[in-house]
């Protein structure tokens, strides 16, 4: 009888696990999503959490990254997770913002006072706190990952306060926030998917994006939007999110081994991050950027309507007031 090449490879893994003592129902492969390029430190993040998987679970548990959006937007993605289809998603927190809200909250704008600030709270009982809100909507939240400050960029003149964006047709990702955000600037929101913002600088569709250094250098923004004006408007970070029903279906001890992975891979993103933001500064600069430093204060000063419309429960207004207090 001739096997099919998947079919004998299913075989031998079967065998494999068995004469290692496990059943075949144990071995698995963890599939993730990310929109960013192979190099970019969410992707290398995953990848290491899943080495360590790997190790701790002596090869039965493995993780596969599908990168640079082969398994669409971030939207997409979330959908397949939330339908299990998919096992993990590493998305940017505003991606979760309309599905689970309390993820708006370190999204609000000038909340953060600087990435120290952001670690020990997404640190602290807060982030787990936050994490942890998300498994109603079906999703489990494994880790906060870095992605530093969002500013302002422009194709046709500089922003130097906020009076310059009024009028501005501005990219925002696709959260009902984001999109109040720049309302509040004065501007038009057009929210979209990460993957089309080249063609909408290019083309004139929109006049401005906001993202981070990493983001303007992988995405090639700066090569149709030279003008990056450091508003640090916000620090969305990332999240790592896994599906509610396969988890659901796993071991706790799987559980609990995939959840340390998780939290073992932060510092090196972090480490990684500081040095790609670093990076991603020289090469859009030599690549023709002009940095400009806006009156920040010009900003912070139109966005308390944000925090008015969006900090509403008890709740939410709990965590920003302990966000707050954390010195
Ligand atoms: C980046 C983030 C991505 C994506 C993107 C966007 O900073 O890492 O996950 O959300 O922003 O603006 O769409």
């Known amino acids: 009888m001739q ?53 701790k679970s002596d090869g039965r548990i493995t993780v596969k990254v599908f990168s640079g959006s082969k398994l669409g937007s971030e939207d997409d993605s979330i959908e397949q997770v939330k339908l299990g289809a998919l096992a993990m998603a590493r998305v940017s927190s505003a991606a979760m913002h309309n599905i689970c809200e309390t993820t708006r909250v370190p999204s609000l704008p000038f909340l953060f006072r600087s990435v120290e600030h952001q670690h020990k709270v997404l640190d602290s009982d807060i982030g787990s706190q936050i994490l942890k809100s998300c498994e109603d909507a ?58 089309e913002v080249y063609t909408a600088l290019k083309t004139g569709l929109v006049d401005a994006a906001e993202n981070n250094f990493p983001s303007y250098d992988s995405g090639h923004h700066f090569e149709v939007a030279k003008y990056f004006s450091l508003t640090e408007h916000t620090m ?13 279906k796993l071991p706790a001890a799987d559980q609990q081994l995939i959840r340390q992975a998780a939290q073992e891979s932060v510092p090196y993103m972090r480490k990684l991050w500081a040095e790609r933001e670093e990076k991603s500064r020289a090469v859009v600069e030599k690549g023709g950027a002009q940095i400009v430093e806006p009156d920040k204060a010009s900003f912070q000063a139109v966005m308390k309507p944000v925090y008015d419309r969006f900090i509403t429960t008890p709740q939410m207004k709990d965590l920003v007031a302990r966000i707050q207090a954390v010195k």
Do not use: C
């Open 236 to 248: 969305t970070p990332e999240i790592l999110v896994y599906s509610k029903r396969q988890w659901d």
């Open 138 to 195: 079906g999703f489990v939240g494994l880790a906060w990952y870095d992605s530093g400050a969002r500013s302002m960029y422009t194709r046709n003149k500089p922003v130097k306060t906020v009076a310059d964006v009024k009028g501005m047709k501005i990219r925002v990702q696709q959260s009902d926030l984001s999109v109040a955000m720049v309302e509040a600037l004065g501007a038009n929101a057009t929210p979209m998917p990460m993957g």
């Open 3 to 55: 096997l099919a090449p998947s079919r004998f490879g299913q075989i031998v893994t079967a065998a494999m696990f068995a004469f290692a003592g496990m059943s075949i129902a144990q071995a698995l492969e963890l599939r993730s999503a990310d929109i960013h390029p192979s190099d970019y430190p969410t992707v290398k993040a995953v990848e290491y959490m899943g080495d360590l998987i790997k190790k």
